[in-house]
C-alpha cells in the first residue's frame, strides 16, 4: 500500500533515528497518526523545546536547561571527586545507582585519532583546567572497556602522573549471572585482578 507524502516523510525521518528501521518507524508513525492530536502538538513541542533549551553545563558538560547542570549545583555533592564518563548516558546510569555523591566530567566521546577526536575536542584540557581550579582531591575513571575507552583511561592517568590527584576506576569482571566459563580472557584476567576479599 502506498502511504501519502507526507506519511512517508515522517516514516523516513523516524527511521533515521538509532534502533529504528523502516517497519519500526511504519509502525510507530502509525500508531501516532491514531493519537488525539492534543498528544502529537505536546511531542512536537517537546522536541522543538528540546532543541531550543538543552545545552551543555559550563562546568561538567552534561545536559542542563542553563549555564550549570543541577548536579553541580548540588551542595551536597562532594566537590573534591569527578567522575569522568564518555557521555550524559553514563552519568544517567551511574546516578541511578544512587551511590556516587561527587561530581562529573563529561567528556562527549573517546580519543580516537582516526576520527579525529583527540585531548581538546574530548574536553580532557577542561578537565585539567578544573582539577587545578577546583581542588580535585579524585578522579573515577568510569569509561567502557572497550579498545578507545582504554585508550583515553591511560591517558588521563598518564595527564596526572605527577600530581597528588588520586586515580581510580570502576571495577571490572565477570558480571552477575554469567557463567566464569563464558567469560572472555579480559574480563577473567579483570575480574581476578580487582578481586575482595569475601
Not at 562532594?78 to 564518555?86: A, K, Y
Not at 568510569?142 to 588520586?166: D, N, W
Request: hydrophobic share 45%; aromatic share 6%; proline share 6%.
Amino acid at each position: 500500500m502506498a502511504f501519502p507524502e507526507v506519511l512517508k516523510r515522517v516514516i523516513a525521518n523516524l527511521a533515521a533515528l538509532p534502533g529504528l528501521g523502516e517497519k519500526s518507524a511504519t509502525r510507530l508513525a502509525l500508531y501516532l497518526l491514531g493519537r488525539p492530536e492534543v498528544e502529537i502538538r505536546e511531542l512536537a513541542q517537546s522536541l522543538m523545546a528540546l532543541r531550543q533549551k538543552i545545552r551543555l553545563c559550563q562546568r561538567c558538560f552534561n545536559f542542563a536547561e542553563a549555564d550549570f547542570c543541577a548536579l553541580c549545583l548540588d551542595p551536597a555533592r562532594d566537590p573534591e571527586v569527578i567522575c569522568v564518563v564518555e557521555d550524559p548516558a553514563d552519568l544517567a546510569a551511574i546516578e541511578a545507582a544512587g551511590v556516587y555523591r561527587g561530581l562529573y566530567h563529561v567528556l562527549h566521546g573517546l580519543l580516537s585519532p582516526r576520527d579525529g577526536l583527540g585531548p581538546k575536542e574530548i574536553r580532557l584540557e577542561a578537565l585539567a583546567q578544573r582539577v587545578k581550579d577546583e581542588n580535585i582531591k579524585e578522579i573515577v575513571i568510569a569509561l567502557s572497556p572497550t579498545v578507545a575507552g582504554e585508550a583515553t583511561a591511560a591517558y588521563i592517568a598518564q595527564m596526572f602522573k605527577k600530581t597528588p590527584v588520586k586515580l581510580s576506576r570502576l571495577a571490572c569482571g565477570v558480571p552477575m549471572g554469567m557463567d566464569v566459563k563464558y567469560a572472555d580472557r579480559i574480563t577473567l584476567k579483570r575480574a581476578l585482578e580487582a578481586r575482595q576479599p569475601f
